[in-house]
């Protein structure tokens, strides 16, 4: 995660989310038995495309998506699975940390 300051003087979160990263630490995490070259195995066997993808949530509440590897933009409502977590996780966690700087802003 970073902050920049964009040209409207506005800062943006952004948060890059790499989805077999993801699942080969979710894998790691659940499992002391499991090596790392037998995790990337299983996950090859899936045989899945997996998004590589950058959020940047605003201080005015709106988001911007990519996809790195397409360099196209991608709707919340595209979202799904892991990727989908992780978008609502990081928003609230943003939104809070919003409404904690107004609160310290205005007391």
Request: net charge negative; glycine share 4%.
């Amino acid at each position: 995660m970073f902050l920049k300051r964009g040209a409207d003087m506005n800062y943006c979160e952004n948060h890059r989310f790499i989805e077999r990263d993801f699942w080969v630490n979710k894998a790691i995490e659940a499992s002391e038995y499991l090596t790392l070259e037998q995790i990337e195995i299983m996950l090859d066997r899936l045989n899945t495309t997996w998004r590589d993808l950058t959020f940047k949530f605003y201080q005015d509440g709106s988001v911007s998506i990519l996809d790195n590897d397409l360099m196209a933009p991608v709707s919340p409502g595209e979202l799904t699975g892991a990727c989908l977590d992780f978008y609502v996780r990081k928003r609230i966690q943003f939104i809070k940390s919003l409404l904690v700087e107004r609160q310290l802003q205005y007391a």
